[in-house]
């Protein structure tokens, strides 16, 4: 037979549970008031403005135009603004990508990520960089560093995009390599291109398959350099790969054997003689 609980005895457990519930209301009640209060004094008080704006990633364009085109200032409402609008506002031909965050109540962070510099071109007795995108970045007045490889002869924009695409898939410490870059297309070879390292080496190139070879040159270099007797050269990597020095292409030179190029010259020049 079930056990009869005396309803005298569940009186002190009902109260000791209606006293719990409403303790937690009165708590949750206080809560909000505080929350509430907090707030009006948040918003009332500076703390609620910008009191600092940093911006991280500026390379191309000054961290000062960047805030200028933000539309944020030091004093306005942390909460005035949609991040997603201050972001739409910095993007630009050479900007990637921009994150705008706000930060410990009183900081606003632009993380601006741009192209990468690829290469440089000599245009108007000033040299400015081209991004990996293909932009020609003419906004600095500024002489800049050439930390890059300098464009030659590349008139035709299309073969430029083909060449800063490969660029762009190039292993960093590659692309430092790189001193300049020249065009010498043929009728027979549009694609042909010349670059010039920082090493001392000539590397001949087809745009086709630059990145995809390139990457190798340090391995290709320090094959050529394993024997302890070696000297500068030319390595060529249009179809397979193979070295030349110096000494045996200057003297192929030396002894009157023409180059293509100037073969092609002398045969112009025959033909203006000859008409």
Do not use: C
């Not at 004094?41 to 364009?61: E, R, T």
């Not at 390599?177 to 010039?196: C, G, M």
Request: net charge negative.
């Amino acid at each position: 037979m079930d056990k009869v609980i005396d309803i005298e005895e569940r009186i002190p457990t009902l109260k000791k549970k209606r006293r719990r519930r409403t303790n937690i209301k009165f708590a949750v009640i206080i809560s909000l008031f505080v929350a509430t209060l907090f707030l009006l004094l948040y918003f009332q008080s500076p703390y609620s403005n910008i009191q600092k704006i940093s911006v991280h990633g500026a390379d191309l364009a000054k961290e000062e135009y960047y805030l200028k085109k933000s539309g944020l200032e030091i004093g306005h409402s942390m909460w005035g603004f949609k991040t997603s609008n201050v972001e739409e506002s910095l993007q630009d031909e050479w900007v990637k990508h921009v994150v705008v965050k706000r930060k410990l109540l009183t900081t606003v962070e632009i993380e601006i990520e741009e192209f990468r510099k690829v290469a440089y071109i000599f245009e108007n007795n000033h040299f400015y960089p081209i991004l990996e995108n293909g932009v020609v970045y003419k906004k600095s007045e500024e002489f800049p560093p050439i930390d890059a490889p300098i464009f030659l002869h590349f008139h035709d924009e299309d073969l430029r995009k083909l060449v800063l695409k490969e660029l762009a898939e190039l292993d960093e410490e590659v692309l430092t390599l790189i001193s300049q870059i020249n065009l010498t297309s043929t009728e027979t070879d549009p694609f042909a291109i010349t670059l010039f390292m920082n090493d001392g080496y000539e590397v001949r190139a087809e745009i086709t398959s630059l990145a995809e070879k390139l990457n190798y040159y340090p391995a290709i270099v320090a094959q050529i350099e394993s024997t302890g007797e070696y000297e500068k050269g030319i390595i060529d990597i249009e179809v397979g790969s193979y070295y030349k020095p110096y000494s045996e292409e200057y003297k192929v030179l030396n002894i009157g054997t023409q180059t293509d190029s100037e073969k092609e010259e002398q045969d112009v020049e025959n033909d203006e003689s000859t008409s």
